[in-house]
């Protein structure tokens, strides 16, 4: 993550999201091998993720990774990964978990298959008893910053600064802020 990642947390007590997957096609685990990983490789790529499936292979929880294939060409279309992350750069979450490689191809996109995704890997890292879970988002990704709010995360405050770099950060996507649903680790 770079130094103006955001990170935002599931709140606690929250009921798991439910994963609503669009008409027209399907969620489905992945081992990441095979033609799923070429597919997520690209996926990746062409989101701006140049480490692809090697950055985080080794830390995705069994069935952890989904795939939304469409169901008429049965390509892999979005790919969302539950990661054991407790280390986040110079930041920790005890038992934490994290979403990774949210990426869903441009031409799938605004159908709901992202938060299908996030809630599928959000529930399973829930499921499998992480106290912390949380996604991390650069500060200009506009859409992933909605999709996680959207999805129910809240934002993260790990420093005293935090609260103002938030309230930017809602200025720029036009939404209204409120400073007591920001959540500390």
Do not use: I
Not at 163 to 170: A, K, L, Q, S, Y
Request: hydrophobic fraction near 40%; include cysteine; glycine fraction near 12%.
């Amino acid at each position: 993550m770079s130094e103006d990642t955001r990170y935002l947390l599931w709140p606690d007590g929250l009921r798991p999201p439910d994963v609503d997957v669009p008409d027209g096609y399907a969620l489905r685990t992945s081992k990441l091998t095979g033609r799923d990983r070429e597919a997520v490789d690209a996926l990746l790529d062409g989101g701006g993720q140049r480490n692809g499936v090697e950055a985080f292979r080794d830390r995705v929880l069994p069935n952890g990774s989904f795939v939304a294939v469409e169901r008429a060409t049965n390509a892999v279309v979005g790919t969302c990964s539950a990661l054991h992350d407790p280390n986040a750069g110079d930041h920790r979450f005890p038992f934490g978990g994290a979403l990774a490689g949210l990426v869903v191809d441009p031409a799938h996109r605004r159908e709901g298959l992202g938060r299908a995704l996030a809630a599928a890997a959000t529930r399973r890292l829930l499921d499998a008893g992480y106290d912390s879970v949380r996604v991390g988002v650069d500060a200009d990704r506009k859409p992933a910053l909605v999709l996680a709010l959207n999805a129910g995360y809240a934002p993260c405050v790990l420093e005293d600064g935090d609260v103002g770099r938030w309230r930017d950060v809602f200025d720029r996507l036009g939404l209204p802020f409120d400073p007591d649903r920001c959540l500390r680790p």
